[in-house]
């Protein structure tokens, strides 16, 4: 009796260990071979998509539904994913052995819809820094009266629906040809116009009768502001790894770090060139092809986490702020994986990493004027709707 019991003690020992062994293989991405009769080192493709329940497609073969985990043995392939109403998703991904590649993928409306926020008109829109506000003109207007001419801001943490929806009025009066911009902070705007400069705050209402003229402190507050945004990027850069922020600082014309400050958005003025191993390689980081040596009038996203740079642009462009009207603009949106960038006559939303550029919007604009909102679900833009004889105004393009 005691032997039958240490021979089932043994047998259920060596089915438990035989167990372990497959879970293990199978958790490391090996899958049996029942060809071969031998485990087979397999990589796991985990999809994820917003919104879910979309189809993929591997090597145009439908495999399943995101959010599940595919089996893969190691090479490279081209990964599709499909939902009705959507734009489709595309990148080609290579799968690692014994590694887990994920790919975290948003889809975008195929036919977005329109909805105004401004009514009476808007003007030259300018971003903040911090891509919180946007400050617009409203031009006197025979037909709509000028009660509401002045400079206004939008939050783009709001959701507007229709003119004062999340705009406000920061000064009136007729202001055309006026120029402004944001300070570093976003809290105050310089207002010039013709002979005279004021100082706003970009939160509140001043009447032109209030405003204070300080045309004598412009050019000292211009190099303040600019003292103070250097001071600010040089903080932002001296943690970077390696040579970075010595790159950073001499190479670099303009960055801008994303919303969760795991990437930088920035166009090289110089070249240079980013030396491999600047941190641990990470299982599963981005098979994506890079580009190290960086060259002027180009611009890239540099990933921190992964040490890995993306060439996004081999053409100028401006980042962020609309300092040169006559260039495509590139912008973070707040999701930290994807870009907006405004060609003439379309609005493109790619990956960080410069793939996957898809369409979301193509007509009539005034380019560069289109800006992401913080909840990544809308974009914010200038148009007239290609009539020549109305105003422009700011529209919410819904891409999500």
């Known amino acids: 009796m005691t032997k039958i019991r240490v021979i089932f003690f043994l047998i259920t020992l060596a089915v438990v260990g035989l167990a372990g062994i497959f879970a293990s293989y199978y958790a490391r991405g090996y899958r049996f071979d029942y060809?071969?009769?031998k485990f087979q080192p397999n990589g796991i493709l985990v999809i994820k998509s917003e919104p879910d329940g979309a189809s993929i497609?591997?090597?145009?073969?439908?495999?399943?539904?995101?959010?599940?985990?595919i089996s893969l043995s190691p090479g490279t392939y081209d990964v599709e994913i499909r939902k009705e109403g959507y734009l489709?998703?595309?990148k080609r991904l290579t799968i690692q052995k014994e590694e887990v590649t994920q790919a975290d993928v948003s889809l975008f409306k195929n036919v977005p819809s329109l909805a105004p926020v401004t009514l009476s008109g808007a003007n030259n829109p300018v971003i903040s820094p911090d891509g919180s506000k946007i400050a617009y003109l409203v031009l006197p207007n025979t037909n709509l009266g000028n009660e509401k001419a002045g400079l206004w801001?939008?939050?783009t943490y709001s959701l507007p629906f229709g003119f004062g929806g999340g705009s406000k009025k920061i000064t009136d009066g007729?202001?055309?040809?006026?120029?402004?911009?944001?300070s570093p902070d976003g809290r105050q705007i310089l207002l010039s116009v013709s002979n005279a400069t004021f100082l706003l705050d970009s939160g509140s209402f001043i009447?032109?009768?209030?405003?204070?003229?300080?045309?004598?402190?412009?050019?000292?507050?211009?190099?303040?502001?600019?003292?103070?945004?250097?001071?600010?990027?040089?903080?932002?850069?001296?943690?970077?790894?390696?040579?970075?922020?010595?790159?950073?600082?001499?190479?670099?014309?303009?960055?801008?770090?994303?919303?969760?400050n795991s990437m930088i958005l920035y166009t090289a003025s110089t070249s240079a060139t980013i030396n491999p191993g600047l941190s641990r390689e990470l299982p599963g980081a981005s098979t994506q092809t890079q580009e190290r040596s960086i060259k002027p009038g180009q611009t890239y996203i540099y990933d921190i986490k992964e040490d890995r740079n993306f060439l996004i642009a081999d053409f100028l462009v401006t980042i962020n702020n609309s300092d040169n009207p006559l260039l495509p603009a590139v912008?973070?949106?707040s999701t930290s994986k994807h870009l907006l960038l405004t060609l003439n006559g379309q609005v493109i939303i790619m990956d960080y990493d410069g793939t996957n550029r898809q369409v979301v919007y193509s007509g009539s604009y005034v380019f560069p004027n289109a800006f992401p909102f913080a909840n990544a679900t809308r974009l914010l833009i200038l148009t007239n709707l290609g009539s020549p004889?109305?105003?422009?105004?700011?529209?919410?393009?819904?891409v999500k």
């Open 88 to 90: 489709s998703w595309y």
């Open 35 to 37: 060809k071969k009769f």
């Open 174 to 182: 007729d202001l055309t040809g006026a120029a402004y911009t944001f």
């Open 153 to 155: 801001t939008i939050d």
């Open 207 to 260: 009447s032109q009768s209030e405003r204070v003229n300080i045309a004598s402190k412009k050019e000292s507050t211009i190099k303040n502001w600019a003292l103070e945004k250097s001071i600010k990027d040089q903080n932002m850069i001296k943690g970077l790894p390696g040579d970075l922020p010595a790159i950073f600082s001499k190479n670099i014309s303009n960055f801008v770090f994303s919303a969760d």
């Open 331 to 333: 912008r973070w949106m």
């Open 57 to 69: 497609y591997i090597n145009n073969e439908l495999k399943a539904a995101t959010n599940s985990s």
């Open 389 to 398: 004889d109305s105003i422009t105004n700011l529209y919410t393009l819904t």
